[in-house]
């Protein structure tokens, strides 16, 4: 992942133009045409749902349908979340948007701010849907909430817990990992003495999430001032200062070196150096169980993320999306967004949806009733996720970060640490100067909106 790539160049205007509300104002916000009364209500979901994860994601759809004769939700597939961006804002600017799309949490404010959103609840509430918003996972819904309401229904959401091969520790004398990063370093050098695996931990496609971003919560670390960007756009990265972060990093450039952290290259994904059993542990989303369960031929487990000794750790924050409804279409439609998500929001549809996936429960009464059935017995690994979610009371660094342009940021935070990673830069330097670049998206994103 690059910050200077031209597709990624591209993207980025792209992305700023429609936060900044680019030729918005002159669309006319036109409804949708005449629909035969004969006919189903379409209703478009652009999604972001890839392999595994967009069969589920069409059974669900087909699911809707079928309960009902009046909708029919049309699921397409965008790619991946910045290149559903893409194609949602190439399309609004034509009048050719869906009713629904999926958004990553980075995109919060670029939703919230483009003015081409309707607020889930006004929606629900138009169409006659009483939600419980107070049912949803604080953590999770308390991402999304403005003024105490969500203004996009959580749906894929999760946050990253630590996977490890049960064998190879078994192996090296060990029962499971500790509970802290000093206790796992010596673990994983005893893996590696001992000649029990190849490597001891794949590095994550996305590392600067769950082992950057997430450490820092863990660790009731400031990421960034204002709450992370909950409290202003005024926000400005500070994790460069934080003595523990630069730590962390410091940490796996030293693992790197010693043969026990491997980027995964050749062909090879992180998670397929640890399905094969190549490498003993792996940090990765809770939405990796699917992968894992049909990949790994080993017993395998998982746990919380580590945690500085002598820190008592808090809640991880999510990752995922949720589905915002765009403006610009006809009431009919709307009506059957509103169906949709109602749908959705069903415990026995969240229910349903995390066992099928490894997302977390996004409310509750599907957490209570998933309990109930035993279902967290039978599978605790599945529950790792929203107790570590749910661990104590978020604090200002651990409710979860929101920042203009997050996307941008964070390819900048990447590019910087990869030069940790060869040598070309101390953790200290590379953080200060990811620092300093993401400040400048921070100021750029401040100055267009400020005045909103």
């Given amino acids: 992942?690059?910050?200077?790539?031209?597709?990624g160049a591209r993207l980025r205007r792209a992305i700023r133009s429609f936060a900044a509300g680019a030729g918005l104002a002159t669309l006319g916000l036109a409804a949708a045409g005449e629909v035969s009364a004969a006919d189903r209500v379409k209703i478009e979901w652009w999604n972001a749902a890839g392999g595994r994860l967009a069969e589920?994601?069409?059974k669900l759809i087909a699911d809707f349908n079928a309960s009902q004769d009046k909708y029919e939700v049309v699921g397409i597939g965008k790619g991946n979340y910045e290149e559903t961006m893409a194609a949602m804002v190439a399309a609004y600017?034509?009048?050719?948007?869906p009713v629904l799309i999926q958004a990553a949490e980075r995109g919060f404010l670029t939703m919230y701010n483009s003015g081409a959103i309707i607020p889930v609840p006004d929606l629900m509430e138009k169409e006659g849907y009483k939600?419980?918003?107070n049912d949803f996972v604080a953590p999770v819904a308390g991402f999304y909430l403005v003024d105490g309401k969500p203004v996009a229904m959580p749906f894929n959401s999760s946050t990253p817990i630590f996977w490890y091969n049960a064998d190879h520790f078994k192996a090296a004398g060990f029962d499971k990992p500790g509970e802290t990063w000093q206790e796992l370093d010596k673990q994983l050098r005893a893996i590696k003495e001992k000649g029990v695996s190849k490597c001891q931990m794949a590095l994550a496609n996305d590392f600067y999430w769950s082992l950057i971003e997430n450490y820092a919560a863990i660790q009731d670390q400031p990421y960034g001032t204002k709450a992370n960007g909950f409290g202003g756009l005024d926000t400005e990265f500070i994790f460069n200062k934080s003595p523990l972060v630069v730590g962390q990093v410091t940490r796996l450039k030293t693992w790197l070196d010693a043969g026990i952290l491997q980027i995964a290259g050749q062909g090879l994904s992180p998670d397929q150096l640890f399905t094969s059993g190549t490498c003993s542990t792996y940090v990765a989303s809770t939405a990796a169980h699917a992968a894992v369960e049909s990949g790994a031929k080993f017993n395998w487990s998982a746990t919380f993320l580590p945690h500085e000794e002598g820190i008592e750790p808090k809640n991880s924050t999510i990752g995922g999306g949720a589905l915002w409804v765009l403006k610009g279409k006809s009431d009919e439609e709307y009506a059957g967004a509103a169906a949709f998500l109602n749908f959705l929001a069903s415990p026995k549809t969240q229910v349903w949806w995390s066992k099928q996936t490894g997302y977390v429960p996004v409310t509750n009464a599907a957490y209570e009733q998933a309990k109930s059935e035993g279902y967290f017995k039978d599978h605790p690994t599945r529950e790792i996720a929203i107790?570590?979610?749910?661990?104590?009371?978020?604090?200002?660094?651990s409710r979860g970060f929101r920042f203009g342009n997050h996307n941008q940021s964070m390819a900048l935070l990447v590019e910087e640490i990869q030069g940790v990673w060869t040598g070309q830069k101390t953790p200290q330097e590379a953080l200060d100067e990811a620092a300093v670049r993401g400040n400048q998206i921070l100021r750029q994103y401040e100055q267009l909106h400020a005045a909103k």
Avoid at 1 to 7: C, D, F, Q, V
Avoid at 93 to 97: D, H, M, S
Avoid at 387 to 397: E, F, M, V
């Fill in 1 to 7: 992942m690059t910050a200077e790539s031209s597709m």
């Fill in 56 to 58: 589920i994601t069409n």
């Fill in 93 to 97: 600017r034509v009048r050719q948007q």
């Fill in 131 to 133: 939600i419980d918003w």
């Fill in 387 to 397: 107790l570590q979610l749910t661990r104590g009371t978020p604090t200002d660094n």
